[in-house]
């Protein structure tokens, strides 16, 4: 049974940081890319990052390039997001999602398993 569990969201002031992990259970992390998307309210979801199997890329939506950076720790089986000089627009509910891929897309549609997301938001 596959399953993917997020954490490490809150509340946090512009400029400040987050560390978002994705942890897997039921799968092999090496032969998965993992992708991060968030949904804000009367928003579609959009892909923030992905990194394919055994780090062979990454990919950032432009909205976030330079701020956050995608790693995987294929030992502990888990993902993670880190999230620096946040911005109020980054708030939202933050999903990983897995895809048995070499490469990962930010195409949400791509993707087989999916967590239940964590809430992110970015507010003085």
């Known amino acids: 049974q596959v399953q993917l569990v997020e954490s490490g969201g809150g509340l946090v002031q512009p400029g400040g940081s987050l560390r978002l992990s994705c942890a897997a259970s039921?799968?092999?992390?090496?032969?998965?890319?993992i992708g991060w998307f968030r949904q804000a309210p009367g928003k579609e979801r959009e892909g923030v990052s992905c990194?394919?199997?055994?780090?062979?890329?990454?990919y950032y939506a432009d909205s976030v390039k330079g701020r956050f950076t995608i790693s995987r720790d294929n030992a502990k089986n888990t993902v993670y997001l880190q999230m620096n000089s946040l911005k109020p627009e980054d708030t939202a509910v933050y999903y990983c999602?897995?895809?048995?891929?070499?490469?990962?897309?930010?195409?949400?549609?791509?993707?087989?398993?999916w967590g239940q997301g964590t809430q992110v938001t970015v507010s003085s």
């Open positions: 999602a897995a895809d048995l891929s070499f490469r990962c897309t930010l195409v949400a549609g791509t993707y087989d398993y």
């Open positions: 990194i394919g199997n055994n780090d062979d890329n990454t």
């Open positions: 039921g799968l092999v992390l090496d032969y998965y890319s």
